[in-house]
């Protein structure tokens, strides 16, 4: 069974003993509280979300919904920017996140090699940019030198590589591959090429997997770029549409204060707040589970080896 | 750096007036459209709005475009980064031909015109201008307002004479629990305390409880909500407030000179009335803590409203103004002191500052501004803020206004005319006007002469008659309230700074007194030196400096 | 003069040996520097380039003069950080709660990985990560929106409950010996489960061997967990804490902003909130006195990453670099 990895088959086949049944029940009574205590919270946006606006105003709505009603989901989805934006975040998380993973991949595996000169050097030139960064205004300006403002390239280009990322990746890179194999590869007359081909890449499964994960939950969820780089209302991602339908909270006291603009701006609010998270949420936890899935696989790979 | 300005200034001279000239040959004349005979394309940052489609293809857009001659390129900023959007436009020095619908403070205008970033206006206004003049002649507070302190224009308002937003610091009764203590609306400080009393004391909201009703409640959140706001004007002038106070809280101007007033023995006297209601409890700690939602909940939750009296700008903050409840809630006046104080701050300016910039190196200045001065027309106001009028519809399509017939009602009664009737209710999304965004011009009369209805808009009408008979009356004299400032680059560095510090000690101080965990009289003294040693007579001085540069003292 | 020159060859040619062998390692490796040269470009053009920029933090910047025509001021832009009434405070309570919550944050979702790959039930195992990953997506401001909401003193859950018990119900949101807790606890709850993604993608590689070896010498699954799974987990582990050191003064303003009022303000006012509420107050914006700030984060954040990875280094024989 696919389901269940080589070790934990193997492992069953032995009787567990009493000390780790204790442990096994323990550690299940234990995830299923947290899981609960986590659990409540969401159901309870997801039961507001498809109760009517006076019900969550005056606070009815518990874990089921109170007087049903899709007209929060209506609202957003009437608008014509939603459908638009949904299509621009969904090219901008399939290439950026290609782009990303690329990236990370080839940078990490050369500067997980021990023997490597320069190593050192480029790791630290790296988390230095984490610490250190020429703020807004000179990276806006970067971008618009090489022509990129106001174009899809903007989303892509510049987020390239999360250090964290490449880290995990290096370190990942440096537990899972020892230098014996790349050795005995070597002997063997692979050159490289070949060994990052035909070694590395399928013994990082899990990695790219996880990399695949993050970096598409991070350009999905993202929307300062967006806001920095782009005028186009027609290359707006989703997260930018969203935020402009749920008008925030704050008010200027300084500022005068139109009321029918107040009754908009509170309307909405109190209507969207909840649908929108479920809107914006789902389709990224969709990808969770075929993301899941290579964990398993890795382990497979790895006992091959 | 004088002779970098002077070089400066020089230089935009020469580039100035070959470009005025060629321009010139290619406008109208003031007030005339079409402003160009072959249409030009202005590059246009403008801040988004929640409930326009789209700005492109946008109906007034469109019937703009047509009366003018002159297309927009958009590009759009949302609503809710506008500050950040609009800050890194300018820094980046890389900015469109127009900006639109951005409040630029009337500082950076200050600081950033004169360096030569945004087009000086006032020769423009003189020579090409139309709509404005009758902006400024018949609200005659608007120029000085837009008017930086070196004399000259850079920025463009919008004009929206709210009448009750002047007064926006309120309080709401319920008037049912009124009539189940059998008592009226209070109108001084020690009413107020009776009737919150009875509150407490009584089944006030009706539901057989006598224990759940909350007397009086504030909020952290919404439009002038605090607890510290309209209560403490009994004693002291407090300005507006809210999570981003007013720039002037704390101060006050008589006879043109501005000082602190936080510091002050009505304030401390305010302190101990709010520390009384607090003692006697009348509101709870969450009053300092929650934001209007849970307000909203206890007004509309249960079966009856547990919430007696809610500190609060209007009522769409507390209330659904889609149910009942909210009607039930009525104005608290601006209560009278123990000294006989009763004043309700005012604030008449009613004008967003740079609504409409032009960015200095545009390549068609004239047209430019004609096209910002052409907002400020009744018709196109209206036709920007509400949408399509009637006369434009097909039959039996609705149109968003029209004008009014001879002898409609109007919302201000018999002292304003009737000049326009409302068809449709601002607020859901659509695509055919712009939303209050960029200039236009809604003066007292032209709000106030609204044709009167009395479904949805409802509201309005409340607002405004609420408005007039409780706190109106009793309004500071507008010679004794401070205008928006101008502040220099170093003035608004050390303001900010100082600002920062104050706004919060005198936030912890005041819930620390009220909630009664350190005593006033013990604890003043200290108050009031540890503001000083936070430069609160600084700020006052910066004030008071600002204000002679920018109003002659 | 000739001794000199031959005593100067000989130097040279030790020089030479070391760089020519130097040379043949590059040169034997170098498709990993093929490998490396368009991320090494993408560094150079999106992340040093704009670098030049940072001396704005030295200038009175004015975008009327740009980058390079605005004047110098020196360290006048850290001196106003450092005069600030608000200067110490804020550094006591960002490194605080900073702290704080890397201690209580950075070994839980370790926890629930170790304990989610103990497991077996497939369903019950996916489920879990499932709904754990879940509040990741939960913006910051329903999240703090639910927080009021359920700890208010009338209305919310705390309330419900501590009436039941006939006891005075409790204003967590104005008590500053709470804010901290609530804070990192709700961090804790909302990031847990999409943190230990990462580890269960490590405690997928380990070698099955080990466990099984394991077993026959009839270890338990502490044990295993002990001895197997901990240290397989440790250098992914090492360099999360070590980045995050280095990160410690970064508090997302939002959340803190969003759970500010007049109570909590003496422990809930952290670097971030100040420059955002600077530049919220400031009638003129000042990307100066921003980038100053920012500057003087990287600096203190280089150094413990450093100090960090130093004592990982001697701990645990990991080191980032």
Redesign the interface.
């Given at each position: 069974m696919a389901s269940m990895s080589s070790y934990e088959s193997n492992i069953n086949k032995v009787n567990e003993s009493p000390v780790d049944r204790v442990f096994m029940f323990v550690n299940a009574a234990v995830l299923l509280v947290i899981t609960i205590v986590i659990l409540l919270p969401l159901i309870f946006i997801v039961s507001a979300s498809f109760s009517s606006a006076e019900a969550v105003i005056a606070g009815k709505v518990t874990l089921w919904p109170v007087d049903f009603s899709l007209l929060g989901y209506e609202t957003i989805f009437e608008h014509k920017k939603v459908w638009n934006g949904f299509a621009n975040s969904l090219f901008y998380t399939y290439f950026g996140t290609i782009f990303n993973v690329i990236m990370t991949i080839i940078a990490a595996y050369p500067l997980s090699r021990n023997d490597l000169v320069g190593r050192r050097f480029i790791t630290i030139a790296f988390i230095f940019t984490m610490l250190f960064n020429g703020g807004l205004i000179p990276t806006y300006m970067v971008v618009r030198h090489l022509g990129l403002l106001n174009t899809r390239w903007a989303m892509i280009l510049p987020t390239g590589i999360g250090v964290f990322n490449l880290l995990i990746t290096i370190s990942f890179f440096r537990t899972t591959i020892p230098p014996e194999l790349v050795e005995a590869a070597r002997i063997d007359g692979a050159n490289d090429f070949r060994i990052f081909g035909s070694i590395v890449l399928p013994l990082a499964r899990p990695i790219i997997a996880v990399l695949v994960l993050f970096y598409a939950v991070n350009h999905w969820n993202s929307y300062f770029q967006a806001l920095i780089y782009l005028k186009d209302q027609d290359l707006f991602p989703l997260q930018i549409v969203l935020r402009e339908i749920l008008i925030e909270n704050s008010i200027d006291a300084s500022m005068l204060i139109d009321i029918e603009d107040l009754i908009v701006r509170e309307g909405l609010r109190e209507l969207l707040k909840y649908s929108l998270i479920v809107v914006a949420s789902v389709p990224v936890l969709l990808i969770y589970p075929f993301v899941q899935k290579h964990f398993v696989k890795g382990m497979m790979i790895g006992s091959v080896k | 750096?004088s002779k970098k300005t002077l070089l400066m200034a020089l230089l935009l001279l020469l580039l100035a007036l070959p470009l005025t000239a060629s321009a010139q040959d290619m406008v109208s004349g003031p007030g005339e459209f079409p402003i160009v005979e072959e249409p030009i394309t202005l590059n246009i940052?403008m801040l988004?709005h929640?409930?326009v489609?789209?700005?492109?293809t946008n109906t007034f857009t469109n019937w703009y475009s047509e009366r003018t001659g002159i297309n927009l390129n958009?590009?759009?900023?949302?609503?809710?980064?506008a500050?950040?959007?609009l800050?890194?436009t300018?820094?980046?020095?890389?900015l469109p031909d127009i900006i639109v619908g951005f409040?630029v403070?009337?500082?950076?205008l200050a600081?950033?015109g004169p360096?030569?970033?945004f087009l000086p206006l006032s020769g423009l206004i003189e020579e090409h201008g139309h709509y404005i003049h009758e902006v400024f002649e018949t609200s005659p507070q608007v120029r000085p307002l837009i008017t930086s302190p070196d004399g000259e224009i850079y920025g463009l308002p919008q004009v929206?004479e709210?009448y009750?937003?002047f007064y926006?610091q309120r309080a709401w009764i319920n008037s049912d629990w009124l009539e189940n203590v059998g008592m009226d609306v209070p109108q001084t400080t020690e009413e107020f305390v009776d009737v919150l009393t009875a509150f407490k004391e009584q089944d006030a909201n009706g539901n057989g409880d006598p224990d759940d009703e909350?007397p009086l409640a504030a909020a952290?959140?919404?439009?002038?909500p605090t607890i510290d706001g309209f209560l403490l004007n009994p004693f002291v002038f407090s300005e507006?407030?809210?999570?981003?106070?007013?720039?002037n809280r704390y101060f006050e101007m008589n006879d043109g000179v501005i000082t602190e007033n936080v510091t002050s023995e009505g304030y401390r006297e305010g302190l101990r009335y709010l520390q009384r209601l607090f003692s006697l409890g009348l509101f709870?700690?969450?009053s300092?803590?929650?934001?209007?939602?849970?307000i909203?909940?206890?007004v509309?939750?249960?079966d009856a409203p547990t919430i007696g009296v809610v500190i609060s700008?209007?009522h769409?903050?507390f209330a659904?103004?889609?149910?009942d409840r909210w009607k039930k809630y009525i104005a608290v006046p601006s209560l009278e002191g123990p000294t006989g104080l009763r004043q309700a701050p005012f604030?008449p300016?009613?004008v967003?500052s740079g609504q409409c910039t032009i960015n200095s190196r545009t390549e068609n200045p004239v047209a430019a501004f004609k096209w910002c001065d052409g907002l400020y027309d009744r018709e196109t106001t209206l036709r920007s803020v509400f949408g399509i009028p009637q006369w434009e519809m097909a039959e039996g399509e609705a149109g968003q206004w029209q004008w009014a017939e001879e002898g409609e009602p109007s919302l201000g009664g018999e002292e304003f005319p009737s000049i326009w009737r409302r068809l449709s209710?601002?607020?859901s999304?659509q695509n055919v006007h712009w939303a209050?965004r960029g200039p236009s011009y809604r003066p007292n009369h032209l709000r106030l002469g609204e044709v009167r209805r009395d479904d949805a808009a409802g509201?309005?009408v409340v607002?405004y008659e609420e408005t007039k008979v409780n706190y109106e009356p009793y309004a500071r004299d507008i010679e004794d309230l401070i205008p928006p400032l101008?502040?220099t680059?170093a003035q608004?560095?050390e303001?900010?700074?100082l600002?920062?510090?104050i706004?919060?000690y005198v936030?912890?101080m005041?819930?620390e007194f009220v909630l009664g965990r350190q005593d006033i009289d013990a604890g003043w003294d200290n108050f009031v030196a540890t503001l000083e040693s936070?430069g609160i007579n600084r700020v006052a001085e910066i004030y008071q400096a600002a204000y002679d540069a920018q109003y002659g003292g | 003069m000739l001794s000199k020159s031959q005593r100067g060859m000989g130097g040279r040619s030790r020089f030479e040996e070391r760089a020519f062998r130097l040379w043949l390692r590059i040169r034997r490796n170098w498709q990993l520097y093929v490998l490396l040269f368009l991320p090494v470009l993408w560094l150079v053009v999106f992340r040093y380039a704009p670098m030049y920029g940072a001396q704005i933090a030295f200038r009175q910047y004015s975008p009327a003069f740009g980058i390079e025509g605005s004047p110098w001021v020196g360290f006048a832009n850290f001196i106003r950080f450092f005069n600030s009434p608000k200067f110490e405070p804020v550094i006591v309570n960002t490194l605080v709660l900073s702290f704080y919550s890397l201690i209580a944050g950075f070994p839980i979702p370790i926890i629930l990985a170790l304990s989610l790959n103990q497991v077996k039930t497939r369903m019950f195992r996916n489920s879990v990560q499932m709904i754990t990953y879940a509040p990741h997506f939960i913006s910051t401001v329903v999240l703090v929106g639910m927080l009021f909401q359920f700890l208010h003193p009338r209305v919310g859950f705390t309330a419900v409950i501590a009436q039941a018990f006939d006891m005075k119900p409790p204003n967590w949101m104005g008590d500053p010996g709470a804010f901290r807790h609530i804070f990192v606890w709700s961090g804790i709850w909302q990031e847990m489960g999409f943190s230990a993604i990462i580890y269960l993608a490590v405690l997928s590689t380990i070698d099955p061997s080990l466990h099984e070896a394991a077993v026959v010498d009839g270890a338990n699954r502490l044990q295993r967990i002990r001895y197997i799974d901990i240290p397989g987990l440790l250098p992914t582990a090492m360099v999360l804490l070590v980045l995050s050191t280095g990160r410690v003064l970064e508090i997302a303003f939002e959340k803190v902003y969003l759970m500010q009022s007049a109570l909590n303000l003496g422990v809930a006012e952290v670097i971030n909130t100040y420059v955002y509420k600077v530049g919220l107050l400031s009638p003129i914006l000042d990307f100066s006195y921003s980038t100053a700030i920012g500057l003087l984060k990287g600096i203190v954040g280089l150094l413990l990453l450093i100090a960090v990875n130093h004592a990982a280094r001697r701990l645990t024989q990991n080191s980032v670099w």
């Open positions: - | 750096m940052l988004g929640a409930i489609e789209d700005f492109s958009f590009g759009i900023a949302p609503p809710n980064e500050q950040e959007v800050n890194l300018i820094a980046s020095g890389d409040n403070d009337p500082s950076t600081l950033f360096q030569g970033l929206n709210c009750h937003c926006s909350i952290i959140t919404g439009w002038n507006f407030t809210g999570q981003n106070p007013g720039p709870g700690e969450e300092f803590t929650q934001p209007m939602d849970q909203k909940q206890q509309e939750g249960g700008g209007a769409p903050n659904n103004i889609g149910g604030n300016w009613g967003g209710t601002f607020g999304l209050q509201l309005e607002l101008a502040f680059t608004a560095a303001v900010t700074d600002r920062l510090g706004n919060d936030a912890q005041t819930a936070l | -």
